[in-house]
Each structure stands twice: as C-alpha cells, then as structure tokens.
C-alpha cells in the first residue's frame, strides 16, 4: 500500500495525458474536384473545378469548399464512402451547396470510428450533381464534380510532377 499517496497523481496524469493526447487525432484532408470520366456524351454537361478541405478533431468532421464553372447548376452534394479510392460508394451525409453554376459546399459531422478509419485511408469522397448531369453512368452514380479527400498536402503547380505517393494515404502509416 506505499503507492497509495500516489494514486490520485498517477489519476491526474493519465487524465491530463487523455485530455492533451486527444488533438493527436487531429487531420486536415484536402480534395481537388474535377468531372470524370468524360466521354463524347458526358462532355458538355459535366465540366468545372473545385477544391474542398476537410478537418477531424476526432470529434468533428467538417468539410468546406467550393467550385465554379459547372454547365448547369448544382442541386446537391454529398460526402460517399468507397472500398477503394476511385471507385463510387453509398452515400454518408448530404452537405449544404449553392444552387449556381459556382458556390461552395459545407457540412459538419460527427463520424463513427469506420467512418474516421474511412476518413483516414482515402476512402471519403465529396461528390457534387447539376441539373444537367446524366442521371446514371454505366460505371455508378450521377455526379458532375468528383473528389477523394486525402491527407493535406503540398499542391504544386500545372505540369509540376507530384512527389512522394500523398494520393494512396494507405501507405503512409505502418497501420491503422
């Protein structure tokens, strides 16, 4: 019973180390939202660009952006998760998005632990539909502007090759 007198310090410190430990969950996520794929039918009705961010506190996922340029207006956006970046997926949450051919999304949330897992292996997508977009693909949903979120990186500029592999975040830890 010598440790007796130390139990409330020991208590506090590993309050204090959960309390301050929590930002470690902290992440800034990033998105450029552009039209794919595009073939001679889909060519004129989907167009335009992008950018989205997103934050998690381990709490809250917020998710801001905006685009511009779209053939028709926007009628909805929409956060989907996939098993693999690149390949569509179910719908999470609906953001709020300007009804124009250029606005901005957002939308704040509370995420499950698959869904921050999700979050963390590039497999959230934010996905924005106009009028004007076919109803259905052959390969997935209707969706006029597209965008995987993965860890906030450094953006270089056109014809700029990107280093390192920030695209597949699934490598970038040992283990998740």
């Given at each position: 019973?010598?440790f007796?007198?130390?139990?409330?310090?020991?208590?506090?410190?590993l309050?204090?180390?959960?309390?301050?430990?929590?930002?470690?969950?902290?992440a800034?996520?990033?998105?450029n939202l552009?039209?794919?794929?595009?073939?001679?039918?889909?060519k004129?009705?989907?167009?335009?660009?992008?950018?989205?961010?997103?934050?998690?506190?381990?709490k809250t996922?917020?998710v801001?952006?905006?685009f511009?340029?779209?053939?028709?207006?926007?009628?909805?956006?929409?956060?989907?998760?996939?098993?693999?970046p690149?390949?569509?997926?179910?719908k999470?949450?609906?953001?709020?998005?300007?009804?124009?051919?250029?606005?901005?999304?957002s939308?704040?949330?509370?995420?499950?632990?698959?869904?921050?897992?999700?979050?963390?292996?590039g497999?959230?997508?934010?996905?924005?539909?106009?009028?004007k977009?076919?109803a259905?693909y052959p390969w997935?949903?209707?969706?006029?502007?597209?965008?995987?979120?993965?860890?906030?990186?450094?953006v270089?500029?056109p014809?700029?090759?990107?280093?390192?592999?920030w695209?597949?975040?699934?490598?970038?830890?040992?283990?998740?």
């Amino acid at each position: 019973m010598v440790f007796k007198p130390f139990a409330p310090a020991l208590l506090a410190a590993l309050a204090a180390s959960l309390f301050f430990g929590a930002p470690a969950l902290a992440a800034d996520y990033q998105t450029n939202l552009g039209p794919m794929p595009l073939d001679d039918e889909t060519k004129f009705v989907i167009a335009g660009r992008g950018d989205a961010t997103a934050s998690y506190d381990g709490k809250t996922f917020v998710v801001k952006g905006d685009f511009r340029d779209m053939p028709s207006n926007a009628i909805s956006a929409h956060v989907f998760s996939s098993h693999l970046p690149g390949m569509p997926g179910p719908k999470v949450f609906d953001l709020e998005v300007t009804k124009s051919t250029s606005g901005t999304l957002s939308g704040s949330f509370s995420l499950t632990a698959d869904q921050a897992r999700m979050l963390r292996t590039g497999k959230l997508y934010i996905q924005i539909n106009s009028e004007k977009a076919p109803a259905e693909y052959p390969w997935g949903p209707k969706g006029t502007l597209w965008g995987w979120l993965f860890p906030a990186h450094e953006v270089v500029g056109p014809n700029v090759p990107q280093q390192d592999h920030w695209f597949l975040p699934q490598y970038d830890v040992p283990s998740r």
